[in-house]
């Protein structure tokens, strides 16, 4: 596989076996396909999101080798996985902290963070809003299925007020965060929100989210079509990828103030926050260079009456 990619004209590839033409996904080249199949359920999103990365960083032309992906435990967890990228399975909750690390030793790599509503919101919630105060140089992709999937359908800090769950019988009665909102008040450069209805609008903010220096954050709303639409009788994957598409409203720039998602409720979709300031790694540089300058260390010395480069001891 080449490291550095070109850009695409065609959506299809082809290899030559003798004289057959065997047509080639495009997507195939960056994925373990030794792993396949996926644990995935019929008519999750998850795989959509991963076709739709697969085709932005193909479209981006970014260098496979300075590329790296990190996510966490659950089902959106799995795609680090399934990628045939740098990747790092982390523990659950951290994949930000390990992420912010990765890009502060190594500069030159782009670090994408790809997991789930419940690593990255619940148990990572903390690295969630500190990563984007500090305005860290990653991309941030969240899947949003509403409810913790891998483990039994519990409701999480996303899931909407009277949506049940297997620990919300009668339905959710703690309002759920609207993560746009989350991580444009934080601090994110950054942020975006579609469904898996909308593939070439994901793929688009994929590539201008990963092109960003600093936090950028994009979120999937994406079925769970075995626990959350099974529980709240919202029909199949299919049935769910219909809803998207009749009731989500594209609104580029609105307040994110406004942006909650209701129990079946439209879905407001968009770019909403697109924005420069520096980021951890350049606020950090700057600091640096003041306080080590030489002109620096001259001020402190004469404002401390002590030459330059000397120490000195009470006798």
């Avoid at 975006?192 to 903010?205: D, E, G, L, N």
Wanted: proline share 5%; charged share 25%.
């Amino acid at each position: 596989m080449s490291s550095t990619l070109s850009k695409e004209t065609s959506d299809s590839a082809t290899e030559t076996h003798g004289d057959t033409e065997a047509v080639q996904n495009p997507v195939e080249r960056f994925l373990r396909t030794k792993r396949m199949p996926h644990i995935w359920c019929p008519g999750c999103g998850i795989g959509t999101t991963v076709n739709c990365f697969a085709r932005a960083i193909q479209q981006c032309g970014v260098d496979l080798d300075k590329l790296s992906i990190v996510s966490g435990i659950g089902c959106t967890g799995r795609v680090a996985g399934y990628l045939d990228l740098d990747s790092f399975h982390t523990t659950h909750g951290r994949p930000i902290p390990f992420a912010t690390g990765l890009k502060l030793a190594n500069p030159e790599l782009k670090v994408v963070v790809y997991s789930g509503d419940g690593d990255l919101i619940a148990i990572g919630g903390n690295h969630f809003i500190h990563a984007a105060r500090r305005n860290a140089d990653i991309t941030v992709i969240c899947v949003n299925n509403f409810n913790y999937a891998m483990t039994g359908g519990q409701a999480g800090p996303t899931t909407p007020l009277d949506a049940v769950g297997t620990t919300a019988p009668y339905g959710v009665c703690e309002r759920p965060f609207n993560l746009p909102f989350l991580a444009e008040s934080c601090g994110a450069v950054y942020v975006a929100r579609w469904t898996t209805y909308h593939v070439r609008q994901i793929t688009k903010a994929m590539v201008e989210a990963i092109d960003k220096k600093g936090f950028s954050f994009v979120e999937i709303i994406a079925p769970c079509p075995t626990l959350y639409e099974r529980r709240n009788r919202l029909g199949t994957g299919l049935d769910r990828m219909k809803w998207f598409k009749e009731n989500s409203v594209i609104r580029n720039g609105v307040d994110t103030r406004y942006c909650d998602i209701g129990f079946q409720q439209e879905i407001v979709c968009g770019k909403f926050v697109d924005i420069d300031r520096p980021s951890l790694l350049e606020m950090t540089e700057a600091k640096m260079v003041d306080l080590l300058s030489k002109r620096r260390w001259e001020e402190i010395a004469k404002r401390q009456q002590k030459p330059l480069g000397g120490v000195h001891t009470k006798e």
